[in-house]
């Protein structure tokens, strides 16, 4: 596969990677009234609930526009100095944000770079915390929809296997919209097997 041909089709990749892990489509509008709600908060960047909530909406944005990138950046970072014990989830979206870097990138060896960091990021968090449904949802959203030779689908399929075992004890700690964005990628995927469905809407 020449250049232009992979530049391409891990662009596609990408792309269908971000358009995937835009929970439910979020329309725009609502996102961007939400941010203005958090950020006329009185010293809402010192509440790691917000600063968490801003962070995800601004990944929201950032799978559509580059420009969000940095703003979601700096909210995980921050987080990571505000609630220490959700270092995992605040690295895993940092994550991710390293490989939507590869989508606004023009130089395919770039686009691998990002896409490997991100990978190796993602891994290191899922090991620290391998019960956490969020960043096992990260991971098995970038890995399902990267190319063959990346060598991920096992990693897709297991992360959303260890999803749906752990989703009953996890669903009460999450908003329920992102509960149905999970379990909708999760049907989407074809791993789970009838049974495992079934327990992941009980």
């Not at 896409?115 to 969020?134: G, H, Y």
């Not at 096992?154 to 509960?179: E, G, W």
């Not at 149905?180 to 791993?191: A, E, G, H, M």
Request: charged share 25%.
């Amino acid at each position: 596969m020449n250049l232009l041909r992979f530049s391409a089709l891990l662009f596609i990749i990408i792309k269908c990677m971000t358009t995937a892990a835009s929970t439910s489509e979020k329309d725009k509008n609502f996102i961007l009234q939400r941010v203005k709600e958090i950020e006329r908060t009185p010293n809402y960047l010192n509440n790691p609930n917000l600063v968490k909530e801003l962070g995800v909406l601004y990944y929201y944005l950032a799978t559509e526009e580059e420009v969000y990138l940095e703003p979601s950046k700096k909210c995980f970072e921050r987080l990571k100095v505000l609630q220490p014990a959700w270092l995992a989830v605040s690295e895993a979206y940092l994550a991710t944000l390293t490989a939507l870097r590869a989508k606004y990138t023009l130089w395919p060896i770039d686009k691998l770079s990002y896409a490997n960091t991100a990978l190796v990021q993602l891994d290191k968090c899922v090991r620290k915390s391998p019960t956490n449904i969020e960043i096992l949802y990260l991971r098995a959203v970038l890995c399902h929809n990267l190319p063959i030779f990346f060598n991920r689908k096992s990693t897709a399929i297991q992360d959303c296997k260890n999803i749906c075992k752990y989703m009953k004890q996890s669903k009460s700690l999450y908003p329920v919209d992102f509960i149905q964005d999970v379990i909708r990628f999760l049907k989407s995927t074809n791993y789970l097997s009838p049974y495992e469905i079934q327990l992941l809407e009980s």
